[in-house]
């Protein structure tokens, strides 16, 4: 199982790329139960775990749907449906998968996750300097193989990179960091450039993130000249009137805000993003690519989904989540300026984990059935009992929302 978790985070882009599905939740559902099989018939003295934080996720999701089908007229669909199956179907899978994936000893854990971040260094440079352009792929406007587009590749690559700082000494921080910032500068990409300034706030000293304004400023003169294209890319997120990505990002908290007002803070319920009447920035995206729509099912980040349809509540538990992911991104800064045993540091990876997910609240998200989302989750209950302990001597493989067995050799 050395490339399960590497394997988990490509797979469902590969399968949606391949039989042109229009989100990851098909192809996330088949790999966990691909893993989830493998994962207990290469030992038959495993057993099945229960994520009761998914089971929670489930019975929000039921009382969401409700809710908007009583108070606000919502019809329940197939989608609702097949979005609880798949989910109840991930609250066994996913964390059997990671428990024994983390349950296995530091040096394991540790080897592997440098590997994995070594794959995906490799997939990024493939994408960025020979994209694949074959079968299914060839239609895309920018692919980076197996994942759609270099977006996805940035959540999981994120998570990756995220997790193997813990793995590898000072020097090599610096160079995940530095690779980071080449690859969201080299495609360019906004998500890339989230992860990789995340990544920097808990690696460089002090002094340092003081200073970044002044290098940030002489890197950016620097790729005006030198790689102007780099720049204009980012300079259009910021300003102009017809980038799709930047009116996805808008119409992402346009649909946040006018469900909340029409549902009075209710929310549109579960799965039903989207079915709002379009907004102004809306039609204009229909107006750009000849009437389809771009992201308002998903709402093109996680605080405009789960507020919309989950509405003042989804907006507590984001307010929340954020507050826990900077308090985990402060206390990981602390633990790896005191350069961490190989055992201490293996214990810190949910705080790694939810301190990235950052991105994937703010800046750019897939849904709910994401691999990264779901890797997320299963690291809320670890990260809370480091934060709220002095100590993290403990092992991922003991997380406390799952019933402690004893691993096997």
Known sequence: MSYFLAIWLCMPSFIMVVFSLSSLGAGLVFTSLF???????????????????????????????????????????????????????????????????????????????????LGFAVIGLLGLMWPVQLGAIAGLAHPVFPFSEPSHFALAYGQIASLAILCVPKNGRTLIVVFSFMLAFGFPNTTLLAVAVLLLFVTIPFWAIISFPVVFGAVAGFLLHYAPNSLSYFSER???????????????????????????????????????????TTVLIRALTNGVDLNRED???????????????????????????????????RELRRQPTRERAISLIPLGSVYISIVEVLVRG????????????????????????????????????????????
Request: net charge positive; proline share 4%.
């Open 238 to 280: 910021m300003a102009s009137d017809q980038n799709l990505s930047r009116l996805v990002y808008m119409q992402g908290w346009e649909s946040l805000v006018s469900v909340n007002i029409e549902t009075n803070g209710v929310g549109i319920g579960f799965q039903n993003l989207g079915q709002e009447a379009p907004g102004m």
């Open 35 to 117: 893993v989830f099989m493998l994962t207990l018939l290469s030992n038959f003295r495993r057993c099945v775990r229960v994520g009761r934080l998914y089971l929670v996720i489930i019975v929000a999701a039921i009382i969401s749907a409700l809710l908007a089908h009583y108070l606000i007229e919502q019809p329940f669909t197939n989608k609702q449906a097949m979005a609880g199956i798949g989910l109840l179907v991930l609250a066994f899978t996913v964390p059997t998968v990671l428990h024994y994936y983390f349950a296995r000893s530091p040096r394991d854990v540790a080897r592997e996750l440098r590997r994995s971040f």
């Open 299 to 333: 709402g093109g980040f996680l605080l405009a989904k789960i507020g919309g349809e989950f509405g003042l509540l989804g907006l507590a538990i984001i307010l929340v989540w954020l507050i826990m992911a900077v308090w985990a991104g402060i206390r990981l800064r």
């Open 366 to 409: 897939a849904g709910y059935f994401s691999p990264t989302f779901l890797l997320t989750i299963y690291f809320v209950f670890p990260a809370l009992k480091i934060l709220t302990s002095k100590t993290a001597n403990w092992r991922i493989g003991q997380s406390p929302q799952l019933p402690r067995i004893q691993r096997s050799a």
